[in-house]
């Protein structure tokens, strides 16, 4: 270490110091005696940002200078002179202790002490040292993160603990001048000083910043022998809940965590105003309350560290050539139908890539299992789940030359590209509005006649009334829809009469296949009904789905 940094961390010590020499000596006494650690004891007289600029401090240390403080103090304060070392050893004897149990008010966890899922208790005695345990899980789960955020759930009974012995202090020491003088705001939760101590550790571990980020990472701790305010109310006397003279919520104050203390005919003051004393009712439950769960305390919380990524989208637009391959898995009765899909050919090989949980396919509508996708392709989303790496241009090339290399060759992708969950309302805008294009292969049951391509070919904005399609009614509701026909052309086949290749323009949602051949009188017009005969369609292909999501650039 250099010397400028050694003067440095020099001078934060002797600020700590001059810091904890100004704590009220009886105050500090007091909290102890209850069985708050050290670092809750900083925390409650506002000491956070002093705690936070030593991480790697060891809990010993703190309790160090706690008691080297609170030594001389003590001496100094002495009715009767003591020998040399008399209390020092006591004391430091009792202090230490103290410290190998477990915080009575944060049940251990800025102790950094917690069992695992296993029961194994752990102890890390700075926070650089519990920081270094979740980055170490972080890399060794996930390859990449560009940022993260930090979140923290613990139990009830913690966060009423802060607020018992909030209000403890306040009943016992609202008439003392340091107390009146110490703003609300000073106060700072478990979960906030939690947060504020791994943080900047975290960020310089794992070399990136903390911020609203897609990955997070969860500190979820658990107490299952808590004791709830109504055991105590109970044991009071009664079942009704009465008021406690603390209701569970917190004021957010910036980066702190303040109790919201509410009262009913009378409150603890402090402005400059008289000072009304709570009832000593309120006070005895609040005290009760408090030390009850305090003697409940016998071991540290379970915890539980998670990591997850918010799902991230790859988009792009799939061409199928297969006349056997659904979109997406179909199953009917155990069987599977097709030899592929579009969904299992595209995600599985997205999937494996990001080393993701799991992966979900969208595309901007669907194409039957028999009908092929052309032209510029249909757009579509890959959503992978927690994914390990973010994406890349160049993960995004190779996943594209991996799908469009498979010797099947029935699906092909294209504009390929990684977007955020904006991509998704892309496709849902121009979904309801879009047109496609399609070429149908067309049997007519008399030779194709000039006038039949004319009349055809002439009808513009057609509008038809089509009711759901029987060979789809097992799963639709049964509803009128009216849809345009934007435009038709015609070709005939060489070497036959009877067939003709249509091509037409048609708003999102129209079937065709009714459209072609009527479907017994259920949709309204039809080719067949402006032609006068009978009409089926041979073939069908999907052209162009004009939308203007994920085209070439």
């Given at each position: ?239 009704k809940r009465r008021k406690t003279g603390f209701t569970g919520d917190l004021k957010i104050t910036g980066e702190s965590v303040t109790p919201h203390v509410e009262s009913s005919d009378s409150h603890i003051g402090d402005g400059d105003g008289p000072t009304k004393v709570r009832p000593k009712e309120s006070q005895d439950l609040s005290c009760s309350y408090l030390m009850a769960q305090l003697d409940k305390v016998s071991k540290p919380c379970c915890l539980n560290i998670n990591c997850c990524r918010s799902s991230i989208y790859i988009g792009g637009r799939y061409l199928k050539y297969s006349r056997n391959v659904s979109q997406t898995r179909w199953v009917i ?221």
């Amino acid at each position: 270490m250099s010397s400028a940094a050694i003067a440095d961390e020099e001078e934060k010590l002797r600020l700590l110091r001059e810091a904890v020499n100004a704590l009220p000596f009886n105050a500090v006494k007091d909290l102890w005696s209850i069985g708050a650690c050290v670092r809750c004891i900083f925390r409650l007289f506002g000491l956070h940002e002093l705690m936070c600029a030593h991480p790697s401090l060891s809990i010993s240390k703190w309790c160090d200078i706690l008691e080297d403080v609170m030594r001389k103090k003590d001496i100094d304060t002495a009715d009767h002179p003591q020998k040399d070392g008399e209390f020092s050893n006591e004391q430091s004897h009792q202090e230490r202790s103290r410290e190998t149990k477990f915080c009575k008010i944060c049940f251990g966890i800025l102790q950094f002490l917690y069992n695992d899922d296993t029961g194994t208790l752990f102890k890390k005695y700075s926070a650089d040292d519990f920081a270094l345990v979740i980055a170490e899980l972080v890399k060794q789960q996930y390859q990449q993160i560009d940022s993260f955020s930090l979140e923290v759930s613990l139990p009830s009974a913690v966060t009423e603990n802060d607020q018992a012995v909030w209000l403890y202090m306040k009943n016992k020491y609202h008439r003392e001048l340091w107390f009146q003088e110490k703003a609300d705001y000073q106060f700072i939760s478990t979960k906030d000083i939690l947060k504020l101590l791994v943080i900047n550790p975290l960020q310089r571990l794992l070399g990136v910043k903390s911020s609203q980020s897609s990955f997070r990472i969860r500190l979820t701790y658990s107490y299952s022998d808590a004791l709830t305010r109504d055991d105590v109310q109970e044991g009071n006397g009664g079942n009704k809940r009465r008021k406690t003279g603390f209701t569970g919520d917190l004021k957010i104050t910036g980066e702190s965590v303040t109790p919201h203390v509410e009262s009913s005919d009378s409150h603890i003051g402090d402005g400059d105003g008289p000072t009304k004393v709570r009832p000593k009712e309120s006070q005895d439950l609040s005290c009760s309350y408090l030390m009850a769960q305090l003697d409940k305390v016998s071991k540290p919380c379970c915890l539980n560290i998670n990591c997850c990524r918010s799902s991230i989208y790859i988009g792009g637009r799939y061409l199928k050539y297969s006349r056997n391959v659904s979109q997406t898995r179909w199953v009917i009765d155990d069987e599977r139908m097709g030899e592929a899909s579009v969904e299992e050919i595209v995600g599985g090989a997205i999937l494996p890539i990001f080393q993701g949980d799991n992966y979900k396919f969208h595309a901007a509508g669907r194409e039957d299992i028999d009908v092929r996708m052309l032209g510029t392709g249909r757009p579509f989303l890959v959503e992978i789940q927690n994914a390990c790496l973010v994406p890349s241009e160049a993960l995004i090339n190779e996943i594209e030359g991996n799908i469009n290399s498979l010797e099947s060759q029935y699906v092909r992708v294209k504009n390929l590209r990684a977007v955020g969950s904006q991509g998704w309302d892309l496709m849902r805008e121009g979904e309801s509005e879009k047109q496609k294009q399609y070429a149908a292969l067309v049997w007519i049951s008399r030779p194709v006649r000039d006038a039949d391509m004319q009349t055809i070919s002439s009808l513009k904005e057609l509008k038809v009334a089509q009711k759901t399609p029987i060979r789809v009614l097992h799963r639709r509701s049964p509803l009128e829809r009216e849809k345009i026909i934007h435009w038709m052309k015609v070709e005939r086949i060489s070497g036959s009469s009877q067939y003709l290749l249509l091509h037409l323009c048609t708003q999102a949602g129209t079937y065709i296949k009714e459209f072609v051949h009527g479907d017994f009188g259920r949709t309204q017009p039809s080719i067949g009904s402006i032609l006068g005969c009978r009409t089926e369609i041979l073939q069908l292909d999907v052209t162009d789905v004009k939308m203007d999501c994920f085209q070439a650039d």
